[in-house]
């Protein structure tokens, strides 16, 4: 989440508080337009809950965050 974080700050200019506020209003919104199982995994990748979510420091979400951040960074213009 961390790196989700930095890149963000480099490409808006944006604080961290405002990145969390964008990347939690983000994750609420896919959360809920994509189908129930799906869209609560995604909710809590990006919220960074404590079940598993961007913060928890767990591994098993590794490939899904790099996911999340190519998703991300195709929407922002990225690599």
Known sequence: MDELLKQLQEKTGLG????????SGV???LGDKLPGP??????KLLGGD???G????????GG???KA???LGGLLGGD
């Open 69 to 71: 951040k190519d998703a």
């Open 16 to 23: 961290v508080d405002q990145i969390k506020s964008v990347i």
């Open 54 to 61: 961007a913060d928890s420091g767990g591994d098993d979400d």
């Open 27 to 29: 994750a609420d919104f």
């Open 50 to 52: 404590d079940e598993g």
């Open 64 to 66: 899904l965050l790099d």
């Open 38 to 43: 799906i869209g609560d995994q995604v909710t």
